[in-house]
């Protein structure tokens, strides 16, 4: 489980121009204008990549009349000329994409988008690869596009090889090769279908290990690593995916915490499918295939490997030739406490490793020999959150973390061989993101704040500006800038926990008239595993259009989430439920001493574990929140999937306390909510089953509780979309007027 927070309802959304135009012309903000076209945000870029020479800079941009719709664009990095390569209305066949595909990017959290959502360099620079509705297609600088499949499989995972010899995807739960130049596409394997896959990544793989992928090419592409998955042993769930013009039934397998996985293998094989080897993973088969990777050279293939119970991660080093593996190095967790996974790691050309670690309680950067010699090279009381690139020749890394701000996200740059003090590149003030180039000579930068929305520019090694890839000031044409003038100004703070920690929080309030209370919209997440959600970040027009409304914005970040250290997020192990609901209710106290804000008058919002949060905060603090939306909560932990559940919760048979306690649909917590409360759900949720609401529904019912719902015919884990989005805030909207914004001042608020 990921973050579903507010931002999810600001992806994708469409509503007539006109009233958009007369919006705009008016100053107002709307629903209609926050979910219209084009996005209030400014265009943004997406997937940007800069060519094998340099020359160009690539991207996917959304059209401003349908923004949800990506075409993919190139920029001369010297003239700074754009033009569009590949129009995705002209080239693409509109074909339905395939139940797997629809899966997958659900998966991304990129359901909402079409056309073009992904491509591919070829590695001489002079084509890209890119796939649109089901098949691949071969665009030439020229604009220029060659179909390369025509199936009524689609393909899956489509790269380009290494060195530019074939185009490689998923076809019917096989690998196929196809030849670059033109050719008959080749499958490696044969024996994929039913419960048995080949190159694909199993459920959990793509849902809660951010592994996208089941197979990988040696950099000399002599061999490819391909994982085979069979979900033979998973338990099928029929999930019925509720429509607005009838019911599909799917037969579908999940492993719900407690249940079988996968049995995961991994072979080695030519680009012709010969010469297979399975690797030897070791004795115990219960274990999750994590990550995959080569050697600069190609002569190894790294493993890492991690336990059921997420406690023990081993890099494996792995011989092509035979299949013989060997544990380089093991990662351990404490008692109460897990492995996080991460992507952040580099083999070496001397053999080595740089790798990210929480083994001294945060997320820093170590240099591992082939000696098995351990340098740390970054330390603190802050986390690394990405690396971003290494230049081995000139000994050096560059990263992002926290170092100067928790709320700040930083680029920096230390020596690779010693690490030292971090010089940072980028500005105070903003969260930054960055990307870099193989040679590590340039850098894709994208900040933003509070008053600005994203901006993305391209850079030296010093982290110098080059030149602005979009600028997106928000004056003159810009999209929000009618808007900007009843913008208000994000404020940030901190409270304490009852241990002490220190809990950020972040808030928006209307211009403040004396002697008036405000109503409070008050959002949260709460989850582990996640990002914060408390930064120095854009954070859309719909929380300011929410102050227009009259209501404060306010978050508080809570004990058990990510990028405070392990002490901090350890807290909720074994005990959802408990410490996050805890911060949350510091948060609304802090809310009620301030003398501006209605204490009675405090509302509650949240999506996936946000939802989950919604229920819990009004079953353990009854009367304090006036009412509460809870959008596709996980009400049962026993019904959610083994990656996630298992690494807080651990194994339902040895610690079905910590289920029960969390739970909350039972008996003793789902009888205290008396406060309203608005259930949302999407009717064909493929991850979070509808059936966590329904079941909370029936014991609400069953109990003579007053409650609220809507449900979303169609729809999955997202509920977004061209009218959807304004739907189901409007929804929520009319619900928290006529329950608390509306409602007559009471003597005070409640204790």
């Known amino acids: 489980m990921r973050a579903w927070v507010l931002g999810l309802a600001l992806t994708s959304v469409g509503s007539a121009a006109m009233a958009a135009d007369e919006t705009a012309a008016r100053g107002d903000l709307t629903l209609a204008r926050v979910f219209g076209n084009p996005d209030l945000s400014g265009p943004q870029p997406r997937a940007l990549k800069l060519s094998p020479d340099g020359s160009l800079l690539t991207f996917l941009?959304?059209?401003?009349?349908?923004?949800?719709?990506?075409?993919?664009?190139?920029?001369?990095?010297?003239?700074?000329?754009?033009?569009?390569?590949?129009?995705?209305?002209?080239?693409?066949?509109?074909?339905?994409?395939?139940?797997?595909?629809?899966?997958?990017?659900?998966?991304?959290?990129?359901?909402?988008?079409?056309g073009i959502v992904g491509y591919d360099w070829a590695p001489d620079g002079k084509?890209?690869?890119?796939?649109?509705?089901?098949?691949?297609?071969?665009?030439?600088?020229?604009?220029?596009?060659?179909?390369?499949?025509?199936?009524?499989?689609?393909?899956?995972?489509?790269?380009?090889?290494?060195?530019?010899?074939?185009?490689?995807?998923?076809?019917?739960?096989?690998?196929?090769?196809?030849?670059?130049?033109?050719?008959?596409?080749?499958?490696?394997?044969?024996?994929?279908?039913?419960?048995?896959?080949?190159?694909?990544?199993?459920?959990?793989?793509?849902?809660?290990?951010?592994?996208?992928?089941?197979?990988?090419?040696?950099?000399?592409?002599?061999?490819?690593?391909?994982?085979?998955?069979?979900?033979?042993?998973?338990?099928?769930?029929?999930?019925?995916?509720?429509?607005?013009?009838?019911?599909?039934?799917?037969?579908?397998?999940?492993?719900?915490?407690?249940?079988?996985?996968?049995?995961?293998?991994?072979?080695?094989?030519?680009?012709?499918?010969?010469?297979?080897?399975?690797?030897?993973?070791?004795?115990?088969?219960?274990?999750?295939?994590?990550?995959?990777?080569?050697?600069?050279?190609?002569?190894?293939?790294?493993?890492?490997?991690?336990?059921?119970?997420?406690?023990?991660?081993?890099?494996?080093?792995?011989d092509p030739a035979t299949g013989r593996s060997t544990v380089l190095f093991t990662e351990k967790a404490g008692a109460r406490s897990w492995i996080n996974l991460s992507d952040d790691y580099r083999p070496l050309k001397d053999g080595g490793l740089l790798w990210r670690s929480e083994r001294d309680g945060f997320g820093h950067l170590y240099r591992w020999s082939k000696a098995g010699k351990w340098t740390q090279l970054t330390k603190g009381s802050w986390v690394v959150t990405n690396l971003v690139g290494i230049d081995e020749t000139r000994g050096k890394i560059w990263f992002t973390g926290t170092k100067d701000d928790v709320l700040e996200q930083q680029l920096y740059t230390i020596d690779l061989a010693r690490g030292g003090e971090p010089v940072r590149l980028t500005e105070r003030g903003w969260t930054n993101s960055a990307t870099m180039d193989g040679a590590a000579t340039r850098l894709i930068v994208t900040r933003s704040n509070p008053a600005q929305p994203p901006q993305v520019y391209l850079a030296d090694a010093a982290g110098t500006r080059l030149a602005w890839i979009n600028e997106n000031a928000v004056a003159g044409t810009h999209p929000y800038?009618?808007?900007?003038?009843?913008?208000?100004?994000?404020?940030?703070?901190?409270?304490?926990?009852?241990?002490?920690?220190?809990?950020?929080?972040?808030?928006?309030?209307?211009?403040?008239?004396?002697?008036?209370?405000?109503?409070?919209?008050?959002?949260?997440?709460?989850?582990?595993?996640?990002?914060?959600?408390?930064?120095?970040?854009?954070?859309?027009?719909?929380?300011?259009?929410?102050?227009?409304?009259?209501?404060?914005?306010?978050?508080?970040?809570?004990?058990?989430?990510?990028?405070?250290?392990?002490?901090?997020?350890?807290?909720?192990?074994?005990?959802?439920?408990?410490?996050?609901?805890?911060?949350?209710?510091?948060?609304?106290?802090?809310?009620?001493?301030?003398?501006?804000?209605?204490?009675?008058?405090?509302?509650?919002?949240?999506?996936?574990?946000?939802?989950?949060?919604?229920?819990?905060?009004l079953q353990k603090n009854p009367g304090v929140y006036a009412a509460a939306v809870s959008g596709a909560p996980v009400t049962d932990w026993q019904l959610y999937d083994t990656h996630y559940t298992e690494r807080y919760l651990g194994d339902p048979a040895k610690d079905p306390k910590s289920y029960a306690s969390s739970a909350a649909v039972a008996e003793a917590e789902a009888d205290k909510i008396r406060d309203p409360l608005l259930l949302i759900h999407g009717m064909a949720d493929d991850n979070v089953f509808l059936d966590n609401s329904t079941k909370v529904a029936a014991r609400m019912q069953e109990t003579n509780t007053p409650f609220e719902m809507m449900f979303y015919p169609g729809y999955t884990h997202r509920v977004a979309g061209p009218g959807i989005s304004e739907h189901l805030w409007s929804t929520i909207l009319r619900f928290l007027d006529r329950t608390v914004k509306n409602v007559p001042e009471k003597n005070g608020p409640a204790n």
């Open 61 to 114: 941009r959304p059209r401003a009349d349908e923004k949800e719709r990506l075409d993919l664009w190139a920029r001369d990095t010297r003239s700074g000329a754009e033009r569009m390569l590949v129009d995705s209305k002209k080239v693409g066949s509109g074909a339905e994409l395939t139940e797997a595909e629809k899966m997958q990017r659900e998966r991304a959290r990129i359901a909402g988008s079409k």
């Open 481 to 617: 800038a009618p808007f900007l003038q009843s913008h208000q100004p994000t404020k940030f703070g901190t409270i304490k926990a009852a241990d002490g920690s220190a809990l950020y929080w972040e808030m928006i309030t209307p211009p403040l008239v004396a002697g008036r209370k405000y109503p409070v919209f008050f959002e949260h997440y709460g989850g582990p595993g996640t990002g914060q959600i408390v930064t120095r970040g854009w954070r859309g027009a719909l929380p300011q259009f929410l102050v227009d409304q009259g209501w404060i914005y306010f978050k508080v970040d809570n004990r058990g989430s990510y990028n405070r250290g392990k002490a901090f997020e350890d807290q909720i192990y074994h005990g959802m439920g408990t410490v996050e609901v805890e911060d949350q209710l510091a948060g609304a106290r802090y809310l009620q001493s301030l003398p501006f804000v209605d204490g009675a008058k405090i509302a509650t919002y949240g999506w996936s574990y946000g939802g989950y949060m919604s229920l819990k905060m």
């Open 127 to 318: 084509t890209i690869l890119v796939p649109l509705d089901g098949d691949l297609y071969l665009a030439g600088l020229d604009g220029k596009t060659r179909r390369l499949t025509e199936t009524p499989g689609g393909e899956l995972n489509p790269v380009v090889s290494p060195q530019g010899g074939y185009v490689s995807f998923v076809r019917d739960q096989n690998l196929f090769v196809q030849p670059l130049n033109g050719g008959t596409a080749l499958a490696l394997t044969k024996e994929g279908g039913g419960t048995v896959h080949f190159g694909e990544a199993e459920f959990v793989a793509q849902e809660e290990m951010d592994r996208r992928t089941g197979y990988w090419w040696s950099p000399d592409e002599r061999h490819v690593a391909v994982e085979r998955f069979d979900e033979a042993a998973v338990q099928v769930v029929t999930r019925a995916s509720i429509g607005a013009t009838g019911t599909k039934t799917y037969e579908q397998r999940y492993p719900a915490a407690g249940t079988p996985n996968v049995a995961v293998e991994l072979y080695v094989m030519k680009p012709d499918g010969s010469g297979r080897v399975k690797v030897d993973l070791g004795r115990d088969s219960d274990i999750y295939l994590a990550r995959v990777d080569w050697t600069p050279d190609g002569s190894t293939l790294l493993v890492q490997r991690e336990s059921r119970d997420q406690k023990t991660l081993d890099m494996l080093r792995v």
